[in-house]
């Protein structure tokens, strides 16, 4: 895409009327958003042929002039499309860019396509419009590894793996339950995405400069054109509104921050220490000093983006507090947030949903990992309450020593004799190594939502259900 310098002498075609002379190039460089706004092209045509459509339904301009700007305006697009169009920064953005053209391709019909309606009402349609796509896009995303964790928990259903706190162990869990704990703060993510694309499809078309037109436009047809719900109710709100962009960026960050998580996870995991998963070639990449190291770029840069997305959310927020109603150009601010944020989500997204479908989990290493650091302590205290009707706090303390004396002896609690555990409690009995082995443990817990893998499976058919 090729760019003109602009003539700074001769005022601007669109708006310059009133002005003697064109702006300073330094005033047109603050000024001009065509850099990024380009990216709103596709959504400012297809708005502005409804728009066409409507004033001629509605008797404003003739259907010959309606047709011959609905044409161009394809002609444009397909100029955009295929690279041949210049850019002009002096026409500042994208809707006065395409205007411009539009009246070198069809000549004076292009100049009634701004009737009842303004720059202010038309940026608010393209970019809401463009929002909205990308909330889809988001949604299709989490989708897909949404369905590729499923994948993996149904692998692994029944593998047992150390369950965390303070990443202390903690208790036994299975693989499966790990991943569909993912599952949840994904669709959670979905929800929101799906939330936050309801409240935005009303089509702000209509609203003109701030106060709606005295012309007798239909904004109904123009809403159901372009796929919006119904109109926005309140033509000043609706060139001030910049709520959709919030809550899209609101929802992403909070799926930056899951995707986060559950990167840092895969590189503990993926360590030489913990060697719970190998990742694929795909998806590492290698030192250029140090020949043995596979490392896990792709899931630390996943970790990072967070750091954009919520930066993007933070900074749309500041520039929006404070605007009094209606339009400002700080307005203009809010696009290149929202586009970089929108572009490392769907990359995160897709990279996450590789690296996990690539992903081998290593049955063998989690298992072992499993039954460390006395994680079924908790289920021997349980063994006390149940089969000697011991206060939960007493059978903790009991248990407590019992850890201790396995940590003195060097063993694990399961490691302990019959007599050792005498030594502790006289109660206890032999029936209590039953309880003491990671798969009983993780068996047991079949409580609603539990790590059992009886829980797990019937979580795993629910969710195939919903995704299908
Ligand atoms: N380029 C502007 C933006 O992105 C479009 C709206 C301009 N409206 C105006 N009254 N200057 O916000």
Do not use: E, F, Q
């Given at each position: 895409m090729s760019d003109d310098t602009s003539d700074a002498k001769s005022a601007n075609t669109m708006w310059g009327g009133r002005f003697a002379e064109g702006p300073d190039a330094i005033m047109e460089a603050i000024n001009a958003s065509i850099g990024f706004d380009r990216r709103l092209a596709q959504q400012d045509i297809e708005g502005s042929r409804a728009h066409a459509a409507m004033l001629a339904a509605t008797g404003i301009i003739t259907d010959k002039d309606a047709e011959a700007i609905r044409e161009g305006l394809l002609t444009v697009l397909s100029e955009i499309e295929s690279g041949k169009f210049a850019f002009s920064t002096a026409l500042e953005d994208i809707h006065m860019n395409v205007e411009a053209r539009l009246r070198e391709l069809i000549?004076?019909?292009?100049?009634?396509?701004h009737t009842a309606r303004s720059r202010n009402d038309q940026v608010a349609l393209d970019f809401r419009m463009w929002v909205r796509e990308q909330a889809d896009a988001a949604i299709a995303g989490l989708e897909a590894l949404m369905k590729t964790l499923l994948a993996q928990a149904e692998a692994g259903a029944d593998w047992v793996m150390p369950g965390f706190t303070h990443l202390q162990v903690a208790q036994p869990v299975t693989w499966g339950h790990h991943m569909l704990a993912y599952v949840e703060m994904f669709a959670r993510d979905r929800a929101r995405f799906g939330d936050a694309r309801k409240r935005m499809n009303e089509c702000p078309l209509g609203a003109a400069a701030l106060a709606g037109t005295s012309f007798p436009i239909d904004r109904q047809m123009t809403a159901e054109a372009l796929g919006f719900d119904r109109p926005t109710a309140n033509s000043l709100d609706t060139v001030a509104d910049r709520d959709f962009a919030l809550e899209f960026l609101a929802a992403a960050a909070i799926t930056a921050m899951h995707l986060s998580r559950l990167a840092e996870e895969l590189v503990i995991w993926s360590s030489a220490q913990f060697r719970f998963v190998t990742l694929s070639d795909r998806f590492s990449t290698g030192s250029s000093i140090m020949p043995q190291k596979k490392n896990p770029d792709a899931a630390e840069l996943i970790r990072a983006k967070i750091g954009r997305i919520l930066g993007a959310l933070v900074a749309l927020f500041t520039v929006m507090k404070g605007l009094p109603l209606a339009y400002s150009k700080d307005m203009q601010e809010d696009k290149e947030q929202v586009f970089d944020a929108a572009d490392s989500l769907m990359l995160a997204l897709a990279a996450m949903e590789g690296m996990v479908s690539d992903m081998n989990a290593n049955r063998e290493a989690l298992e072992a990992a499993a039954g460390a650091g006395f994680s079924t302590a908790t289920d021997l205290a349980d063994w006390l309450v149940r089969a000697l009707n011991m206060p939960f706090r007493e059978a903790h303390h009991v248990t407590g020593a019992l850890v201790a004396l396995a940590e003195k002896k060097g063993?694990?609690?399961?490691?302990?004799?019959l007599d050792d555990m005498k030594s502790v409690h006289e109660g206890i009995t032999e029936d209590v190594f039953g309880v003491l082995g990671v798969h009983n443990s993780v068996a047991s817990r079949t409580s609603y939502g539990g790590t059992a893998p009886t829980q797990v499976r019937a979580q795993i058919k629910r969710w195939k259900e919903a995704l299908k």
């Open positions: 000549g004076a019909p292009a100049g009634r396509l063993v694990d609690l399961p490691d302990l004799t």
